[in-house]
């Protein structure tokens, strides 16, 4: 048997994001022994990379903001499949989260009065979003990773989780592997707190680094939780297209939030054709009055090019499928144009998205400030995630708990932008808040030997089967599950075609039963690529099998068979969880109405 | 651009050569692409580390001809056409495997600097004002995606091992990001001069030059710092005055 070290807290926290960091950050307040555990150096996770901001009703630049507004932005934008009541946590809580931050050393760009400045974005009523120039989630990681170093958490980076550990119904630590030397770890801990990220290396284009493997959710999952909305996964409607390399590289929304244009290859602003009813009343009529919105005039109405990203991504999809795309398949998405209405707009432009043109101009030779980019979807969130209880975070095994992208029930069936990063701070406080809460109330759970043994052994099967045995290169099966999650799974959905990918999906696990590691167990990216494909299964599997269930089109879900709103479905969300024999299980979960006074402000906020 | 040959660095501490390997090279690719290609090819466990493939993370610090350089930001087409690239770790720090070096070190020192401290809020709601232009370096400072590049080709820490007694030029950058931050109250002069060990740079330049974030280390970050351990500690006016007057945090950027 290989042997393990065991580490001991009373909290442990998987991922080093936004979300685990904050969480990390309460429970030690709180004075629980804390372990942060992440694939990753500390800093370098998912959310480093995050630009246009973090929303939250802070009322800086537009005081027509409040709570309120903000509740019914989430609530509309999530089609009403939200969990209510974390998305009034949310937007009761993010502006206080924000000027926590401020109180650790993060510096936001000012408004003129000195105060945090806030931008538009995509369904958000007012300008909402604190930010960095096009640098947020940056800002954000090292003021928490900085003010969470002093706080004396134990970080234990470049580890890989691999199993949960159970005792009886609970769950009571973790096991895993460091990259370094591919040893085994067990920590033992009252409460865990998931804080793993997405998913979007199931698909082919995606935003997403090789650390978005959803582990989160299959740990969850096979350790008896509930997922909810799986079929819910946001395609960024503006990623890069060219050169071929960075295919699916995130072009942030903030370029559209700062006045950029989307056009055919025709040069139509193609946004107007195709606005939404219920977005009708809150959508610019005329190209000048959503410039005049994007310069802050508070009586003009936003440009269609800031309706919510499903909507937008679809826009585009259909005009590349009929012929209106530029050479390598997109839309141009053009900011340069601003000349014409600003003097100094290069160097506005280079203030306000210096990132995006530094990324531009080196990875793909192109200046923003003089020609407009070429974008298209990728594959950028998943709003899907472990269930959790609105006030806790809490799954619904005990001392399991889940914050940040790996919980489902904030967005709903779609997120809005910015929501996320606002997300990461309010349930991660709660979360750890609960989880140290419930360590210190419930104390250890007992290790069962065996299920550390049988993790242990699953993981170092790959060096069992070698290519020489009839064992497969895990970057063959990966690539293939890419790429048939992004044609049958992906922004556009068919009954058959989903069926296709399902069953694919099965063959693709027994290939995975067989993959293999070549060389030594230390800082083996091969190996570990192996042992993540039984997770991106996992997640791709919930993805279709949800997404096959919802015979409607919704939020991020688009089923070109049932292209529209059905009265039936809006009553249910999808639960999946695995079932005695092993197999996904899936159910329709009624919808919890809204509370009244929640009802009325979403009535008084239409 | 047709097939490229790199040598790559393989191995652990105790034996590493450069292996050879020859990859198809396709329009806007870059190293970190042809990095992955290789593995996908031809060596399933070459080791590297990278996370967002767009120079946000600091994650793919290598050295590439003898540069230290972000692979994911390095163009394949801005190398010399035709010839063997080399792709070494950055050679600073304690070799892991093949591309990756421990730089856990770096991670210890932030933690030997202290902490943010803010003077108490300006406003009843608890929430301070600040002029953008009064954050303009800061930002500047704060941009540093931590790559560690700017340690790597530092000559105090490379060729002369002072990690005892020098933090390098990142963490003298985020000390300047603390000291010039208009909100912070926090001492640090004294150990910016003795544990810090600021007077071993020399102002060579060399970490300004390497930056993917191009921050001017040296002249906007540790010739200021300089300055104010010069100011604090061989004006005696400034000393005197210290006595009667505790610094205010907003008047500390000058
Ligand atoms: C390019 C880009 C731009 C974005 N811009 C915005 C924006 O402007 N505004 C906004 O609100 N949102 C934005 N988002 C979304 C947002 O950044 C993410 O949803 C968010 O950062 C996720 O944070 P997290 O804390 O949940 O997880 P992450 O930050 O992804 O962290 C996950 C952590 O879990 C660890 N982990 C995963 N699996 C394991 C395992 N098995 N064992 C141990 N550790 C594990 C990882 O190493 C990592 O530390 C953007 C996303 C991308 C990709
Ligand atoms: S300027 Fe100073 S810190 Fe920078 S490389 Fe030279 S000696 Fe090192
Ligand atoms: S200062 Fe520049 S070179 Fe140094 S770690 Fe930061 S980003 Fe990298
Ligand atoms: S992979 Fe993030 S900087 Fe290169």
């Known amino acids: 048997m290989d042997p393990f070290t065991t580490h001991e807290h009373e909290v442990l926290v998987i991922g080093a994001g936004g979300a685990g960091l904050r969480a990390a950050i309460e429970a030690s307040a709180l004075g629980c022994r804390t372990a942060v555990v992440c694939k990753s150096l500390l800093g370098k996770a998912h959310t480093v990379m995050a630009e246009g901001g973090v929303a939250a009703a802070l009322s800086n630049v537009d005081d027509r903001d409040s709570w309120k507004v903000h509740f019914a932005d989430t609530m509309r934008g999530g089609q009403y499949l939200n969990n209510w009541r974390m998305v009034e946590h949310h937007a009761r809580e993010a502006p206080a989260r924000v000027r926590e931050l401020e109180a650790w050393g993060a510096v936001f760009d000012r408004t003129p009065d000195g105060r945090i400045l806030q931008r538009n974005f995509g369904g958000h009523r007012y300008p909402r979003l604190a930010h960095v120039g096009d640098r947020t989630g940056l800002e954000m990681i090292r003021t928490l990773q900085d003010h969470g170093v002093h706080q004396g958490l134990d970080v234990f980076m470049e580890m890989t989780v691999i199993d949960l550990l159970r005792d009886g119904d609970r769950v009571v630590g973790a096991v895993g592997y460091d990259r370094e030397r591919g040893r085994f770890h067990v920590w033992r801990a009252g409460a865990v707190v998931l804080a793993t990220g997405g998913i979007g290396r199931a698909f082919r284009i995606t935003s997403n680094s090789w650390e978005y493997t959803g582990d989160g959710h299959a740990l969850a999952y096979r350790a008896g939780a509930e997922l909810v909305d799986m079929e819910f996964v946001q395609f960024h409607p503006t990623g890069m297209v060219w050169p071929p390399s960075v295919r699916g590289i995130l072009v942030t929304e903030g370029v559209r939030g700062e006045g950029g244009v989307l056009r055919n290859k025709d040069g139509r602003r193609f946004m107007f054709d195709d606005i939404p009813d219920n977005y009708k009343a809150q959508t610019a009529d005329s190209e000048d009055e959503g410039w005049r919105y994007t310069q802050g005039d508070k009586s003009a109405r936003r440009p269609p090019e800031l309706l919510t990203r499903d909507h937008v991504a679809r826009c585009i999809n259909r005009e590349v499928k009929a012929g209106r795309g530029t050479p390598h398949g997109g839309v141009y998405l053009d900011i340069a144009w601003i000349k014409a209405r600003i003097p100094d707009a290069e160097e506005h432009i280079r203030k306000k998205l210096p990132s995006m043109h530094h990324q531009f101009l080196q990875l793909a030779n192109l200046d923003i400030t003089r020609e407009p980019m070429e974008v298209g979807p990728t594959t950028h969130y998943v709003m899907g995630g472990v269930r959790v209880e609105g006030d806790t975070q809490m799954s619904t095994v005990p001392g399991l708990f889940a914050a940040g992208e790996v919980a489902g029930g904030l967005h709903g069936a779609n997120r809005l932008g910015g929501n996320s990063l606002s997300d990461l701070l309010v349930f991660g406080k709660r979360a750890g808040e609960h989880a140290a809460k419930f360590a210190r109330e419930r104390g250890a759970g007992a290790l069962d030997r065996a299920q550390v043994d049988s993790a242990i052994d699953a993981a170092l099967a790959p060096f069992d089967h070698g290519i020489e045995g009839g064992g497969e ?110 197999s996904m299980g899936l159910e329709r979960r009624p919808v919890a109405p809204l509370p009244e006074e929640l009802a009325a402000v979403v009535k008084e906020n239409a | ?49 990278w996370n967002c493939k767009a120079g946000k993370c600091g994650s793919c610090s290598a050295e590439i001809n003898g540069r230290p350089r972000l692979m994911c930001m390095t163009r394949m087409d801005e190398l010399p056409p035709g010839e063997t690239v080399t792709i070494e770790p950055m050679r600073a720090f304690p070799h892991v495997r093949d591309l990756v070096t421990d730089v856990s070190w770096n991670f210890g020192v932030k933690e030997r600097i202290k902490r943010f401290r803010p003077r108490k809020p300006d406003a009843p709601d608890g929430t301070w004002r600040m002029q953008q232009t009064d954050v303009d370096r800061v930002q500047e400072f704060r941009k540093c995606i931590e790559c560690f590049l700017c340690q790597d080709v530092c000559h105090v820490l490379r060729d002369h091992h002072k990690h005892e007694e020098f933090v390098g030029p990142r963490y003298l950058v985020h000390l300047a990001a603390l000291e010039m931050h208009p909100l912070d109250t926090e001492e640090r002069v004294r150990e910016i001069r003795r544990a810090h060990g600021i007077g071993y740079c020399n102002i060579t330049k060399c970490c300004t030059k390497v930056c993917p974030e191009h921050i ?23 000393r005197l005055l210290r006595v009667f007057k505790p610094r205010r945090g907003a008047s500390k950027d000058g």
């Open chain 1, 473 to 582: 290169s895990p970057y063959a099966i990966q690539s293939d599950l890419q790429q048939i999650m992004q044609d049958y799974v992906g922004i556009v959905r068919l009954e058959d075609e989903m069926a296709r990918a399902l069953h694919g999906i099965g063959l693709l696990a027994k290939r995975a039963e067989h993959a293999a590691a070549v060389g030594h167990r230390e800082y083996n990216p091969g190996w570990h690529s192996a042992i993540d494909l039984r997770n991106l299964l996992t997640v791709a599997e919930a993805v279709t099998r949800c997404a096959m269930e919802r015979k409607e089109s919704r939020g991020a879900q688009f089923r070109e068979d049932y292209p529209g709103k059905s009265e039936e479905c809006s009553k249910f969300n999808l639960v999946v969880r695995r079932g005695a024999d092993g």
């Open chain 2, 1 to 49: 651009m047709p097939a490229t040959t790199f040598r790559i660095w393989r191995g652990d501490p105790t034996s590493a050569q450069f292996k050879e390997y020859t990859t198809d090279i396709s329009e806007g690719m870059v190293v970190l692409d042809a990095v992955h290609q290789i593995q996908a090819e031809n060596a399933p466990d070459l080791a590297c580390r």
């Open chain 2, 216 to 238: 001017t280390i040296t002249d906007n970050a540790i010739i200021p710092l300089k300055e104010r351990v010069v100011d604090e500690f061989y004006d005696p006016l400034t």
